[in-house]
């Protein structure tokens, strides 16, 4: 049970909104402090609502609310300007940070450090329209997420606790980490050692430890979800197919 009763000043993205009787909204937020939060906006949806225009995904905002239990009432919103507008794949990418967060991280546990990854996200996906680095980004931002959660991958050394061979081959396990794989040993996904080695550095100019390291990180994702399936991501699937 919620026993706050009042919260002024407070960082916050909106995750998603959805209907709420006839002229409210319930408003999905990553907050700096709080963590995620459902609020209930009252007359959001009404035409003339002041609040309506602001409650807008990827902006940042300045929020308070008040009341107790599980959904509490958003009482003010600022808009605090300086996150240009998510356009084309890059705002897929955005929608899909938010299903993550939404689908991961529980209610009201602060993550400040992942509030910033997040931020600095959403900045580097307005100012790369070219998707340059946008992949090498949304793979540093899922690290950040499965380490906030206590899920931090081992990359450097293997199951056995020796250093990672960069020439070796690998497979990844849940509980135990990069597996080394014998020679012509088979597995369902294989690593080349210098993948996991880069995908620690967050160095990906390889072409190969880019392919991979995407694929070891939606297993990963895949497993966490507990085999849900994110709408951004079938979403862009379908786009891709057409």
């Known amino acids: 049970m919620n026993l706050r009763s009042k919260v002024d000043g407070q960082p916050a993205y909106v995750l998603h909104t959805y209907p709420f009787r006839e002229t409210s909204l319930i408003v999905e937020v990553f907050s700096r402090d709080f963590g995620r939060m459902a609020l209930l906006a009252r007359g959001a949806r009404r035409p003339r ?45 955005g929608y899909y940070l938010n299903e993550l967060l939404i689908n991961l991280l529980p209610r009201e546990d602060a993550h400040e450090r992942l509030f910033a990854s997040y931020a600095h996200m959403l900045g580097r996906l307005a100012d790369d329209p070219a ?18 959660l206590g899920y931090g991958l081992t990359l450097n050394h293997d199951s056995a606790g020796l250093p990672i061979d960069p020439e ?46 995407k694929a070891l990180m939606r297993t990963l994702m895949a497993y966490y979800l507990a085999g849900k399936e994110l709408e951004t991501r079938r979403i862009f699937k379908e786009l891709q197919e057409l």
Not at 51 to 62: D, K, S
Not at 64 to 86: C, I, N
Not at 179 to 207: C, K, M, S, W, Y
Request: proline share 4%; glycine share 10%.
């Open 49 to 93: 609502s002041a609040i309506r225009g602001l409650l807008m995904a990827f902006q940042p905002l300045e929020i308070g609310w008040a009341g107790k239990g599980e959904v509490l009432t958003l009482m003010k919103a600022e808009w605090q300007g300086g996150q240009p507008l998510l356009a084309g794949e890059a705002l897929f990418c």
């Open 131 to 148: 998707g340059k680095v946008r992949e090498a980004d949304l793979r540093s931002f899922e690290k950040a997420l499965l380490q906030e």
């Open 168 to 213: 070796a081959f690998y497979t990844y396990r849940m509980e135990q980490g990069p597996v080394r794989l014998e020679h012509d040993e088979a597995a369902a996904q294989v690593f080349i050692g210098q993948t996991l080695l880069d995908l620690a550095a967050e160095d990906f100019a390889n072409p190969r430890s880019r392919h991979e390291s």
